[in-house]
């Protein structure tokens, strides 16, 4: 630990003197739930306690180091978590530089959210689970990321009057590449045949790297909004395209609605079992709040109806509120709707919290609770959440 800690140190001087500017941030969330209830999902009905963070993972306690030179054209950033079990890679291990004004050249683990479309309010920021609350993020239109396969790749960003695209390339490390038989003499597999043995991981041919990719782009529309349009691959063939657009020309409206369509719905051949999801999510700015509302409606798959014995469509509406109350309160509420096309029943769930807000972090404690027509599941939590 004590060599960590001086590596880390030399790092900081290091980067002081070279880059003229030099930042540590950071953000984390950690939540307890000392009552839960969650059924009988694990064989009892005892009340329980919970301990994590919204997604289900321990608590996050992230710091962010980053620097740039002076003229602004290259930089560095790092991410790391200090988990309570583990200590690991944030969102961004990235070097990125600009050849000109235009372009932008990243290589490492990166995300790049000029064009993304979120919906994130509610019990999405609280425990997800107890609040049935997993939409919120990319649903509209996903960031760009070169992490889309677990590992990371290169991307290449271009900013020119109103215009911004991005060409991502996923899954270059050498751990996770494509395995070649280096030595056609050696049946090392025992089957007779010396040809297909593969013994080396030398890395991703450039068809696949070519396979795992993501292209976007989009175009700002002065005074009126924000149309984009992406083709997210995969090696496998398990991608998809969006489309979307955003209104910016109503004062205190923020609307966003697309549509994603996957490369595969041949459900019969291992494809997706819906052939399109239209998505849209809205808030509305008030006198001391903020109203929010999404919606999904995924077209099922014909053969996967047939297989399934699945309906046409499956939906979920969501309505939430963010109000201030006053010295410093703030009130957080949602309620939502989900039916998937092979449920027999919908799951109807809600959160309601209040939380003290400081500069830089928040406290809250709410109730959660959703009820699947079948059981019911609640959870009482207490989230703190820092940024700076």
Request: glycine share 14%.
């Given at each position: 630990?004590?060599?960590?800690?001086?590596?880390?140190?030399?790092?900081?001087?290091?980067?002081?003197?070279?880059?003229?500017?030099?930042?540590?941030?950071?953000?984390g969330r950690a939540i307890v739930s000392p009552i839960t209830q969650d059924g009988d999902a694990d064989g009892q009905d005892d009340l329980e306690a919970w301990a994590g963070t919204s997604w289900?993972?321990?608590?996050?306690?992230?710091?962010?180091?980053?620097?740039?030179?002076?003229?602004?054209?290259?930089?560095?950033?790092?991410?790391?978590?200090?988990?309570?079990?583990?200590?690991?890679?944030?969102?961004?291990?990235?070097?990125?530089?600009?050849?000109?004004?235009?372009?932008?050249?990243?290589?490492?683990?990166?995300?790049?959210?000029?064009?993304?479309?979120?919906?994130?309010?509610?019990?999405?920021?609280?425990?997800?689970?107890?609040?049935?609350?997993?939409?919120?993020?990319?649903?509209?239109?996903?960031?760009?990321?070169?992490?889309?396969?677990?590992?990371?790749?290169?991307?290449l960003i271009l900013d020119v009057e109103g215009l911004h695209a991005v060409a991502s390339f996923a899954g270059m490390d050498l751990a996770s590449g494509d395995s070649y038989d280096t030595d056609?003499?050696?049946?090392?597999?025992?089957?007779?045949?010396?040809?297909?043995?593969?013994?080396?991981?030398?890395?991703?041919?450039?068809?696949?790297?070519?396979?795992?990719?993501?292209?976007?782009?989009?175009?700002?529309?002065?005074?009126?909004?924000?149309?984009?349009?992406?083709?997210?691959?995969?090696?496998?063939?398990?991608?998809?395209?969006?489309?979307?657009?955003?209104?910016?020309?109503?004062?205190?409206?923020?609307?966003?609605?697309?549509?994603?369509?996957?490369?595969?719905?041949?459900?019969?051949?291992?494809?997706?079992?819906?052939?399109?999801?239209?998505?849209?999510?809205?808030?509305?700015?008030?006198?001391?709040?903020?109203?929010?509302?999404?919606?999904?409606?995924?077209?099922?798959?014909?053969?996967?109806?047939?297989?399934?014995?699945?309906?046409?469509?499956?939906?979920?509406?969501?309505?939430?509120?963010?109000?201030?109350?006053?010295?410093?309160?703030?009130?957080?509420?949602?309620?939502?709707?989900?039916?998937?096309?092979?449920?027999?029943?919908?799951?109807?769930?809600?959160?309601?919290?209040?939380?003290?807000?400081?500069?830089?972090?928040?406290?809250?404690?709410?109730?959660?609770?959703?009820?699947?027509?079948?059981?019911?599941?609640?959870?009482?939590?207490?989230?703190?959440?820092?940024?700076?």
């Amino acid at each position: 630990m004590k060599k960590s800690l001086l590596a880390l140190l030399i790092v900081l001087l290091s980067a002081t003197v070279l880059f003229a500017e030099v930042s540590v941030g950071g953000w984390g969330r950690a939540i307890v739930s000392p009552i839960t209830q969650d059924g009988d999902a694990d064989g009892q009905d005892d009340l329980e306690a919970w301990a994590g963070t919204s997604w289900g993972g321990d608590p996050r306690v992230g710091f962010t180091l980053s620097a740039q030179s002076e003229d602004g054209m290259i930089g560095v950033q790092a991410d790391v978590n200090v988990d309570c079990t583990s200590v690991g890679q944030g969102d961004q291990q990235k070097i990125w530089a600009k050849p000109n004004d235009m372009f932008t050249v990243v290589i490492g683990r990166a995300y790049e959210d000029t064009l993304r479309g979120n919906g994130a309010f509610g019990g999405f920021n609280w425990i997800r689970q107890y609040g049935n609350a997993w939409t919120g993020e990319d649903f509209i239109f996903a960031r760009a990321r070169t992490d889309a396969t677990g590992s990371y790749g290169s991307m290449l960003i271009l900013d020119v009057e109103g215009l911004h695209a991005v060409a991502s390339f996923a899954g270059m490390d050498l751990a996770s590449g494509d395995s070649y038989d280096t030595d056609l003499t050696d049946d090392s597999d025992g089957d007779g045949d010396a040809t297909n043995d593969a013994d080396a991981t030398v890395g991703h041919t450039t068809e696949t790297m070519f396979g795992n990719a993501q292209y976007q782009v989009g175009y700002n529309i002065d005074g009126v909004g924000l149309v984009r349009a992406q083709v997210y691959s995969f090696a496998d063939e398990s991608g998809y395209y969006q489309a979307a657009f955003k209104l910016t020309s109503v004062d205190n409206l923020y609307l966003d609605f697309g549509v994603t369509v996957p490369q595969d719905s041949d459900y019969t051949e291992g494809g997706a079992n819906y052939d399109a999801t239209l998505n849209g999510y809205m808030n509305y700015g008030i006198d001391g709040g903020t109203i929010h509302a999404l919606a999904i409606v995924s077209l099922t798959d014909s053969d996967y109806a047939d297989a399934e014995d699945a309906e046409d469509i499956g939906f979920e509406v969501a309505a939430g509120l963010d109000y201030g109350i006053g010295e410093g309160l703030s009130l957080c509420t949602d309620v939502r709707y989900n039916k998937g096309a092979t449920a027999d029943d919908g799951t109807i769930s809600g959160t309601l919290g209040v939380t003290k807000g400081y500069s830089n972090g928040k406290i809250g404690v709410g109730v959660q609770g959703y009820n699947d027509g079948d059981e019911t599941y609640f959870a009482v939590p207490v989230t703190l959440e820092y940024w700076f």
